[in-house]
């Protein structure tokens, strides 16, 4: 029986360590969990750092799409004004050259002198060749009325065309202006766009590296979680085996129990258990069923030896 006592605790022991062991492994899953959990919040705000930039890097592909849209806009309208600035010019060269070649000519003084020439024609009495000469002068004149007339009209129009010139030198300014403002603008922009695009090809690895830590602590935790599973069924063993103990224990004379118990245990162990049992007692606390054997053989022991002492 004394084999049987033994064997008990030595089950009992390893089911307290076994027990132990449960509790650690339960606290490192509960670690790896929680650190699972932390992984993964930090791994959503890193996807939501990233739509955030994906999203902005897209609206400025839209504004450099437009800006540039807009050069090309602008430097064809550059081009257009250049190219009638140019013809403007053309028409200040010709009009110089015609003041060079033709002297200053005034239609209205021209007119009179045709005028006059006409009268006398009419009123006149003129031989053939002073009639010949006249309408020689005459034709003369109108020809240097129409040169006159279209002089005229290109000072007239030279001094549309400055004005023009001027409107068109101010138009070409602001337009000038306006595409150096957008190249600097899209400069600007380049340089956030590859700002951003750096942010978002190192939070794709950030979030590669959490997917890989998440996925580590995720086996590890699956790992531990088939260790518990083990551990429990590993209890449960321990827990089935005492109880049979246990019951092959009561299915036994007590008293057989008690002595082999007494001869196989230390004297002086027997009695700090009895003094813990009966302080346990004193508080009302559960007592195991040995303690109550020590107990009960204790009073049976103290009884009989009164009665020998009566005797």
């Known amino acids: 029986m ?11 022991q390893k089911l307290s360590k076994a027990s132990e062991e449960l509790r650690k492994l339960r606290e490192e899953r509960q670690k790896i969990i929680e650190n699972i959990r932390k992984l993964r919040e930090k791994r959503r705000e890193k996807v939501g750092r990233l739509r955030s930039i994906r999203e902005q890097i897209k609206q400025l592909r839209e504004e450099l799409k437009a800006k540039s849209e807009e050069i090309k806009q602008l430097s064809q309208q550059k081009q257009s004004l250049i190219q009638i600035i140019s013809e403007i010019k053309k028409e200040f060269e010709q009009i110089k050259n015609v003041e060079k070649v033709k002297e200053k000519l005034d239609p209205l003084q021209i007119l009179k002198k045709i ?19 006249i309408i020689l002068k005459i034709a003369n004149l109108e020809k240097k009325l129409e040169t006159a007339k279209k002089l005229a009209q290109l ?3 030279n001094t549309e065309n400055r004005a023009e010139l001027l409107a068109k030198r101010v138009e070409l300014s602001t337009i000038r202006q306006r595409i150096v403002e957008l190249r600097n603008q899209i400069s600007e922009k380049v340089k956030i766009y590859q700002q951003l695009k750096n942010e978002r090809d190192s939070l794709v690895k ?8 998440i996925n580590e602590l995720v086996n590890k935790n699956n790992e531990i979680k088939n260790k518990i599973n083990e551990k429990k069924d590993e ?24 002595e082999n118990q007494l001869k196989s245990v230390n004297k002086e162990i027997i009695e700090n258990k009895r003094k813990k049992a009966e302080e346990k007692l004193k508080n009302n606390k559960r007592l195991t069923f040995d303690e109550l054997l020590i107990l009960y053989y204790n009073d049976k022991d103290n ?3 009164d009665s020998n002492n009566l005797r």
Request: without cysteine; charged residues 45%.
């Open 2 to 12: 004394s084999d049987s006592v033994e064997s008990e605790e030595e089950i009992q």
């Open 115 to 133: 005028e006059q020439l006409e009268w006398r024609l009419q009123t006149s009495s003129l031989s053939l060749e002073e009639e010949k000469k």
């Open 155 to 157: 000072k007239e129009k």
């Open 206 to 213: 950030e979030i590669e590296t959490l997917n890989n830590q």
């Open 235 to 258: 209890i449960k063993k321990y827990r089935n085996d005492l109880k049979k103990i246990k019951d092959m224990l009561k299915s036994k004379n007590i008293t057989e129990v008690y």
């Open 303 to 305: 009884n009989e030896q």
